[in-house]
């Protein structure tokens, strides 16, 4: 039965070799979301995918619809390989984990346009000489909020009451911040000016990197909150998490 090619840009979040000669990536489109695709005898001659089959490499797919879900790659055209990546082990685990983050959030075939252009302008910005600690930050307080999981920040979770200035705490597994009445003594301590950092930070747009300073407490605070939500909603831990250092 002929299938007519389709075509799709896409990013390649894994690559496995499978049997002697043939690959198969992970991939994740603006359309279709997370798609499996074969390249078969793609180890043999690199001649139809050329340089395309390497992880954060993003490229326009043509594809046909192979047995099951698997897409049948039949040539891909590079859009941009993001060598600079590789030279570096920190940049390179950290986008390792983005795309991991991404692979374990979204179901298959999910389409998600505004998660697609937050990972590849993280890449970006990781492959540009960004700077880690804002670039870890802003790529998981912006994919929580844009999967729905963001906690309450600026006002407490169970009494609603909003905060002016006094001293918080945060839970993300109770909702988020907490006044100190609410809070008893389990949650985290945090400043009122970090919560109110990361909301601020969530008015710009999701793909815009440039342009971010953040105070050495902001990060370390933050970066307990982002762990705590993330923990509270991922499936698993995040296996390349181990080759990130948060400070
Ligand atoms: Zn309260």
Same mark, same amino acid.
């Given at each position: 039965?002929?299938?007519?090619?389709?075509?799709?840009?896409?990013?390649?979040?894994?690559?496995?070799?499978?049997?002697?000669?043939?690959?198969?990536?992970?991939?994740?489109?603006?359309?279709?979301?997370?798609?499996?695709?074969?390249?078969?005898?793609?180890?043999?001659?690199?001649?139809?995918?050329?340089?395309?089959?390497?992880?954060?490499?993003?490229?326009?797919?043509?594809?046909?619809?192979?047995?099951g879900d698997?897409?049948?790659?039949?040539?891909?055209?590079?859009?941009?390989?993001?060598?600079?990546?590789?030279?570096?082990?920190?940049? /390179?685990?950290? #986008?390792?984990?983005?795309? $991991? &983050?991404?692979?374990?959030? %979204?179901?298959?075939?999910? =389409? +998600? !346009?505004?998660?697609?252009?937050?990972?590849?302008?993280?890449?970006?910005?990781?492959?540009?000489?960004?700077? /880690?600690?804002? #670039?870890?930050?802003?790529? $998981? &307080?912006?994919?929580?909020? %844009?999967?729905?999981?963001? =906690? +309450? !920040?600026?006002?407490?979770?169970?009494?609603?009451k909003i905060?002016?200035?006094?001293?918080?705490?945060?839970?993300?597994?109770?909702?988020?911040?907490?006044?100190?009445?609410?809070?008893?003594?389990?949650?985290?301590?945090?400043?009122?000016?970090?919560?109110?950092?990361?909301?601020?930070?969530?008015?710009?747009?999701?793909?815009?990197?440039?342009?971010?300073?953040?105070?050495?407490?902001?990060?370390?605070?933050?970066?307990?909150?982002?762990?705590?939500?993330?923990?509270?909603?991922?499936?698993?831990?995040?296996?390349?998490?181990?080759?990130?250092?948060?400070?």
């Amino acid at each position: 039965m002929a299938h007519c090619p389709q075509r799709c840009e896409a990013i390649v979040l894994r690559h496995t070799n499978y049997g002697e000669a043939d690959i198969i990536l992970t991939l994740f489109t603006a359309e279709f979301g997370l798609q499996k695709g074969f390249a078969r005898a793609a180890r043999k001659s690199r001649k139809r995918f050329g340089a395309v089959l390497d992880p954060f490499t993003q490229a326009v797919f043509q594809w046909t619809s192979g047995r099951g879900d698997l897409w049948l790659l039949q040539e891909a055209d590079l859009v941009n390989s993001r060598i600079g990546l590789r030279s570096d082990f920190q940049r /390179l685990a950290l #986008a390792s984990y983005g795309s $991991e &983050l991404v692979t374990l959030l %979204l179901e298959d075939e999910e =389409p +998600h !346009l505004t998660i697609y252009e937050l990972l590849f302008s993280f890449l970006d910005y990781l492959e540009q000489g960004g700077q /880690l600690k804002i #670039a870890r930050l802003l790529f $998981e &307080l912006r994919l929580i909020y %844009l999967l729905g999981y963001m =906690p +309450h !920040l600026l006002h407490c979770s169970e009494c609603l009451k909003i905060f002016s200035e006094e001293s918080i705490r945060f839970d993300s597994v109770r909702g988020g911040s907490l006044c100190l009445d609410c809070a008893g003594s389990m949650a985290l301590d945090v400043e009122l000016g970090t919560v109110g950092t990361l909301a601020r930070s969530l008015k710009v747009v999701h793909h815009r990197f440039n342009g971010f300073q953040f105070g050495e407490k902001t990060i370390r605070e933050a970066g307990l909150i982002l762990d705590q939500v993330l923990h509270q909603v991922l499936p698993r831990e995040p296996k390349s998490r181990q080759f990130l250092t948060r400070e």
